[in-house]
């Protein structure tokens, strides 16, 4: 019997500007929410997930949430930064020359900074791994129901995780899937993931939005 496994594909530290949690609380939630794996994915930086991966090897993804000159991109198992502000093509390329699993964050969501054009992400889908399906940010739900239409026409794997900028959100969303120790067991268990999660409350996400614009 195969062991399956809750992870969040996608979190924030206090390394985002717009985001309040520590590292030192970041196990502690995740083991009261049920949650064992976690990607840190803060925008455009790796030290946080470095260091949150150096002490929790086995809980902790390294990851980013990193902007192109199109959109964001996500990218688990990363091992170095890279610039942002390239093409997509640019930073797929230098990410997958890291080994890294690369997904598209919140694709439909045209109320970020990061949304994208349908005909380029049809463009970029031969480069790609994954598309993000579900985020628990978005909001409303239907960004993240174009994104699993738009998943399943492509017949490309999913991603999905709660976006959290505050410890109440860690776990809100993520996939169900078989366990995994790299990025080469990633990409095969996210075949045959099982999404789960739910939307943040407004007022948590404008709370993020805000202390974006403070810091």
């Known amino acids: 019997m195969t062991h399956k496994i809750n992870v969040d594909l996608h979190c924030h530290t206090v390394t985002s500007k717009d985001s309040t949690i520590k590292l030192d609380d970041l196990i502690t939630i ?6 064992a794996k976690i990607a840190i994915t803060d925008h455009n930086r790796i030290d946080g997930a470095l260091e949150a991966f150096s002490r929790w090897p086995g809980r902790v993804i390294p990851g980013i949430e990193i902007m192109t000159s199109q959109g964001e991109l996500l990218a688990y198992y990363i091992r170095e930064l890279i610039p942002t502000g390239l093409s997509p093509i640019e930073t797929i390329t230098a990410l997958k020359a890291q080994g890294a699993l690369v997904s598209v964050s919140h694709p439909f969501d045209r109320f ?22 579900f985020n628990a940010h978005c909001f409303s739900n239907r960004p993240n129901q174009r994104a699993v239409s738009f998943a399943n026409k492509h017949h490309m794997s999913a991603t999905a995780g709660s976006d959290a900028h505050s410890i109440f959100e860690i776990g809100l969303a993520g996939l169900t899937l078989e366990d995994f120790n790299d990025p080469q067991g990633l990409r095969q268990a996210i075949r045959n993931a099982k999404v789960f999660g739910r939307r943040s409350n407004l007022g948590t996400r404008i709370i993020s939005r805000l202390l974006r614009i403070m810091r």
């Open 30 to 35: 995740c083991d009261r929410k049920g949650i």
């Open 112 to 133: 970020r900074n990061g949304g994208w054009k349908t005909p380029l992400l049809v463009e970029l889908l031969p480069q790609l791994d994954a598309i993000e399906v």
